[in-house]
Every structure is written in structure tokens, then in C-alpha cells.
């Protein structure tokens, strides 16, 4: 959404002892609820409020904030891989840039810890459940809570991601401003449970209160945030009446929360009407330009659609027998962080960040450049992980901008997770049990080959990035090495071949022809293709 912060139209009296009216927007985070869901069945709990207390009471009991991944699968029982994947996942949908977790190497993470309140909300949140297909007759009844299942349920995940896109099923899915309408219903049902995660015990005059600390409620910055910039705004607590002019050198008093769920609760009923109505306005025939839905097709080279929020959350669809590539000019106000990558069949992807997910693919290639293990879960099949390959004069500088570190590059550790995502219902084929999806094998470094960018971008600083910046495994470098030097004795060959005019072009002509068959049998013309189109 790109709403503004908007002034209320209510007189209330300021003076007053009454609830504040609210006089802002109230927006989910995209990242943990996009991002941050991890098909974990052990993370889903029957009474999350009573489980994750206990987890709180065992965990703060040392007297520390924060949390390792050690004493994480000791008080969940759950693996040391799967406790180190809730610490990797959490660290790239935090809120707060300056966390010790953001900025921490892969090698300290383990020291560092996540903050217990960030984990907390976190772990609750893994009972939330994607929304369902909008034809749905009963979608706000059953699609809060996993595990509920809906006619749906197998259908979808049936299809290869091809045929999903030609069965025009895509019309059905949910739109942006409908998944933010379902993440804020989920965040008013839940709002009295999630405080109390993040609320102390005092007592006093004669009963024991719960109360929130400012500390407690920035972590509520986890959850959602005030007008468009997010994490990038100003801190909750200053768009909260009851801490907005608190002194900065002095501790803030706590406040009741029941006050702050009473406010918060205005707030998302005002934020939920204003999307019911923004909605309602689309269908009408006036869409808004911060919503658009994206419509999948199987097309030409032009047929990839793009589209970006106004929280920073970046989407392409529609990628068929062409490449498409990103500008940083066309990412503002984001930084690659996580990416999900769904649905694809037979593409190649390429990507540098700290952490993707690869959900319901088939015979894909995948060339990472990650600092965090690739998971894998879903239907997948035949799929493929190799290093990074290629480069842009300003890929160093945007790596450094979001800390990834090139000496670490762990795309030959894919964790596989579940076939079965218990928060997505669209990937529940029935009867299928929960079991482990289908790893990624390495590529052949036979097969490996560089990707060349061509120089599309003006005013390249001196400082430039001139080579891949995430060294070859040997193998690979091996293998790279002998291409290029076999290609320079055949360039020498036949420079030097002794050949008269006519024959040296019928060499060329026979070259050209062997080369267009290779184009269109390793489907490499696309990417001519591409190029001729832009």
C-alpha cells in the first residue's frame, strides 16, 4: 500500500481519559509473514500463548535476552540444523537493522542470539496460515489456523508450475491488498496474545497487572508498522500517545496492555476499512497503482510482469523462453535479503543474497551466491545448485549495502524441509504424507558456464566490480579454466588454419550454423532474444 499517514477526521477532546482516537495506518511487515514461515510441524503449537510463555519463562531464566541456537533446540527438541535455520531465517526478516543478528557472521551467530522477544513473536507467528484462493466460500473461517484443509487442497500443487500458469487458475489468487487484509485480521485476532508475550507481571493494589515497557512494544515492530517506510520510519513508540513524549533521559513508565491493545485495535479496525474501501474501489474499475495484480502468462520475451509494493517487496511473474533482469534503479527503498522463488519450471536462476527458498519447482537450475543454506520444500523435482556466476561493475557495493559476504557462499547445502507447507494451502496434495521434498543436486561442472551482463549501466564508478566476487569451488574454476583455454587454442587454429578466401567462409558459415543448432537445443536464443528486445 502506499497510503499516507492520515489525519483523523474525529474532534475528541486531547484532554480526555479515554482511548485515543487513532490518527494513523497501521500496516503488517511483509518480511517475517512472506519470508519468516518455516514448515517446521514441531514450530506449530495447539496453545502458542502457554507454550511460548514456558519457552520465555525456560529461556529467561539465565537471565539473557538472547538466544543460541544450542539452548533453542534444547528447549523446542527439535535439531541443531532446524535451530540454526529459525536464527539464520529470523535474521533476515528482522525489523531493526542494527540487531547484533543482522550484522552477525555466519560464524558468530550462534554467540550472538536472537533477541528472546523477536524470537517469541517469530515462533508465534508459525501458526499463521496463508490465504486461501478468493472463490473460496469459507475463507475466513478456516484460513487462520493450521491445520485446516479447503476443497482446494491438491489442486494447484497437481499442476506443473506450466501448467499452473495456462489454466488461468492465477486469477484466483489473492492480490497484495488482500494478503494485507488477511495479515491484519490475524494480527486483530491474535493482538491481546501477542501482547501478552511481550508484556511483565507487576502488582499492585491488590492484583497483578500486565504492562508493556517502551522496549517491549518497538519489538511490536516485528509485527507491522505506522504509514509507508517501515523499519525505515520512525520508531513505534513515538507514533504511540502514551510514549510519543517520554523523555529520552529518563526510563518511560509502562503502560497498561489492556491500554495499548485498546488503541492498537482502534487502529486496525480504521486500517482494515481503509483497505476494505481501497478494494472496493479497484473493483469497481479504478485500481490503485500500488496494488496492481500481476497476471501470469506463457508468452514472448515481453511477457514478464514486475511489480513492486510500496513496503518493498518486489515481484516478478511471467518469465517465459526470455531473461529478465533487474536494475538497481527499478529495486528502491530494497534490499535483496530473502528471495522466494515458486512455481518455475525449466529456468535458470540467478541470485546473490543472503538466504532464498525454492518452493514447488522442477528442473530448474539455481547459480547462488548465499550466505545462508538454500531451503528446499514442497513439490519439487530434478533440481540443480551451482556457484554464482556472474557480475555487475556495482554488485560488490549493493553486497556490501545488505552484508553479504563473499567468502561465504553455502549454495552446496541445501536443507530440504517437508513436502507439505502446513501455512500455505495451496500446496496440500491429498493424501501425501509429511515427508521430506526432494533435494537439489550439484551441477556438472562440465555443464557450468559464466553469464555475461552486458554493460547497461551509465556512469559506472571507478571502483567497480570487475570479476565474480564469490570464488570457484576447484572443480568449478578447473572446469572454467579448460573452456577458456580450449576456446583460445580453437580461436588460434583458426586464425593460423591455412585456408584459401572461399574456404575460410565456408568454415565461417558451417561455425554459424552449429552454433544457432546449439542456440535453439540449449535454449540459449532466448537470451539473444532478450537482448534484441531491449
Not at 472463490?135 to 487442497?153: E, I, L, Q, R
Not at 508468452?299 to 514478464?304: E, Q, Y
Not at 522466494?340 to 540467478?350: K, T
Not at 579448460?482 to 558459415?509: D, T, V
Request: contains cysteine; proline residues 7%; glycine residues 4%.
Amino acid at each position: 500500500m502506499t497510503d499516507p499517514i492520515e489525519p483523523s477526521t474525529s474532534t475528541s477532546d486531547p484532554n480526555s481519559n479515554s482511548t485515543p482516537t487513532p490518527t494513523i495506518l497501521l500496516h503488517p511487515r511483509r518480511e517475517p509473514f512472506e519470508h519468516g514461515l518455516l514448515p517446521i510441524q514441531k514450530l506449530i503449537f495447539t496453545d502458542p500463548v502457554q507454550a511460548l510463555t514456558q519457552l520465555k519463562e525456560k529461556l529467561s531464566s539465565s537471565f539473557a535476552l538472547r538466544v543460541g541456537s544450542a539452548a533453542l533446540a534444547d528447549a523446542l527438541q527439535i535439531s541443531s540444523d532446524h535451530a540454526r535455520l529459525i536464527l539464520d531465517t529470523l535474521s533476515s526478516v528482522l525489523h531493526s537493522e542494527s540487531d547484533p543478528l543482522v550484522t552477525a557472521r555466519p560464524e558468530d551467530v550462534d554467540s550472538i542470539g536472537a533477541d528472546l522477544r523477536d524470537l517469541v513473536l517469530f515462533l508465534y507467528i508459525q501458526s499463521y496460515k496463508r490465504l486461501l484462493p478468493r472463490s473460496h466460500k469459507d475463507s475466513a473461517a478456516v484460513a487462520d489456523v493450521w491445520p485446516s484443509t479447503s476443497a482446494f487442497d491438491g489442486y494447484l500443487s497437481a499442476l506443473s508450475p506450466l501448467q499452473l500458469v495456462r489454466s488461468n487458475t492465477r486469477r484466483f489468487m489473492p492480490s497484495q491488498a488482500d494478503e494485507e487484509a488477511h495479515q491484519l485480521s490475524y494480527l486483530q485476532k491474535h493482538l491481546a496474545n501477542i501482547l501478552s508475550l511481550l508484556s511483565e507481571h507487576v502488582e499492585g493494589e491488590g492484583k497483578e497487572s500486565m504492562v508493556l515497557t517502551i522496549e517491549g512494544f518497538e519489538h511490536l515492530g516485528f509485527l507491522i508498522h505506522f504509514g509507508d517506510k517501515g523499519s525505515e520510519g520512525v520508531p513505534l513508540s513515538q507514533a504511540a500517545p502514551f510514549f510519543a513524549n517520554s523523555d529520552p533521559d529518563m526510563p518511560a513508565v509502562p503502560v497498561l496492555a489492556s491500554q495499548v491493545h485498546d488503541w492498537l485495535l482502534e487502529i486496525i479496525a480504521a486500517s482494515l476499512e481503509h483497505v476494505s474501501e481501497k478494494n472496493s474501489a479497484k473493483e469497481s474499475g479504478s485500481p490503485s497503482s500500488s496494488d496492481q495484480d500481476i497476471a501470469m502468462s506463457d508468452a514472448s520475451p515481453s511477457s514478464a510482469k514486475a511489480s513492486q509494493s510500496a513496503r518493498s517487496s518486489f515481484f516478478i511473474e511471467g518469465v517465459s523462453k526470455s531473461s529478465y533482469v533487474k536494475q538497481a534503479s527499478d529495486l528502491k527503498n530494497s534490499s535483496v535479503k530473502a528471495v522466494r522463488v515458486e512455481h518455475c519450471e525449466r529456468v535458470h536462476v540467478i541470485l546473490a543474497s543472503k538466504r532464498v527458498c525454492i518452493v514447488n519447482c522442477r528442473e530448474c537450475i539455481f547459480f547462488l551466491g548465499v550466505n545462508q543454506r538454500p531451503l528446499i520444500v514442497g513439490d519439487n523435482h530434478k533440481l540443480q545448485v551451482a556457484p554464482y556466476n556472474t557480475f555487475y561493475s556495482q554488485l560488490e557495493e549493493h553486497m556490501t549495502e545488505v552484508g553479504i559476504d563473499a567468502t561465504i557462499n553455502r549454495w552446496h547445502e541445501p536443507l530440504a524441509l517437508g513436502v507439505i507447507d502446513p501455512h500455505d494451502s495451496l500446496s496440500h496434495p491429498a493424501g501425501v504424507a509429511d515427508a521430506q521434498t526432494e533435494s537439489a543436486a550439484c551441477l556438472d561442472p562440465d555443464q557450468f558456464t559464466n553469464f555475461l551482463i552486458p554493460n547497461w549501466f551509465e556512469g559506472e564508478p571507478t571502483k567497480s566490480t570487475r570479476n565474480n566476487p564469490f570464488p570457484l569451488p576447484d572443480p568449478y574454476f578447473t572446469s572454467q579454466q579448460r573452456n577458456q583455454k580450449n576456446l583460445g587454442e580453437i580461436q588460434q587454429i583458426l586464425r593460423e588454419a591455412p585456408l584459401e578466401e572461399n574456404r575460410k567462409r565456408e568454415l565461417s558459415c558451417a561455425l554459424h550454423v552449429y552454433f544457432k543448432d546449439w542456440l535453439y537445443a540449449s535454449g540459449n536464443i532466448r537470451q539473444l532474444y532478450c537482448l534484441l528486445g531491449d
